[in-house]
């Protein structure tokens, strides 16, 4: 029999998803908690052979949410297996859950046997996602890369490549930054090599396709 933790800040939430799982020979709620401060008080005190395999856990609660203690609770129990249970399917939470150490992420919308489904693989430390997360999931990390590519550029570069992705040139470019022509070309390269394209014209491609551009 599975040890489950309940961690939300509804007690109606608590209380349904605790009856149903009552109902469930495979698992034992062994805890509940309103939110992640009070669960990480539970389980320090809870003796080592009661504390719970599985914890599902809400994202959004107040004092500390589900992302924060889902990373305080994997760094001091790594064996645990988180299984976040939300409403919300915003690219960026399934991404912050995900890197935050959750094994699954699933939303309040899923049928009994689906979450069911999500808790038996947690213990056996598969991932369960239905469709829309998993595609939320790709949308996120790839929405992070194009916004984490261009941390290596410096301010004045991302300028300049912002004014070669609308069409200017160098001159154009010196006026509008009031730099010279010499320093322009000079960003111009670091660009080139940077973004590892060959000419302008493929820097500015490049720069639309990462969504690179001024919003006018």
């Known amino acids: 029999m599975s040890k489950i933790m309940i961690v939300d800040d509804h007690d109606m939430v608590r209380a349904g998803l605790r009856t149903y799982l009552m ?34 856990m809400d994202l959004m609660m107040p004092v500390m949410d589900g992302v924060d203690t889902t990373k305080a609770m994997i760094a001091q129990y790594p064996a645990l297996k988180i299984v976040m249970l939300t409403s919300f399917l915003e690219d960026e939470k399934v991404v912050a859950a995900i890197e935050a150490g959750a094994v699954s992420y699933v939303l309040k919308t899923v049928s009994a046997e689906e979450l069911i489904y999500a808790l038996n693989g947690a213990v056996k430390g598969m991932p369960v996602m239905t469709s829309d997360v998993s595609q939320a999931l790709t949308r996120g990390l790839r929405q992070r890369t194009a916004q984490g590519s261009d941390e290596n550029l410096t301010e004045r570069e991302k300028e300049v490549l912002y004014l070669i992705a609308e069409g200017r040139n160098n001159k154009e470019i010196g006026e509008e930054l009031h730099i010279g022509i010499k320093t322009v070309k000079t960003h111009v390269s670091n660009l080139l090599m940077k973004c590892e394209v060959e000419d302008r014209t493929q820097l500015a491609v490049y720069a639309h396709r990462k969504g690179w551009v001024r919003s006018t």
């Open 23 to 56: 109902l469930e020979p495979r698992f034992e709620v062994v805890g509940e908690a309103s939110n992640g401060q009070e669960a990480l008080h539970w389980i320090a005190k809870c003796p080592e052979e009661q504390r719970p395999q599985v914890v599902l």
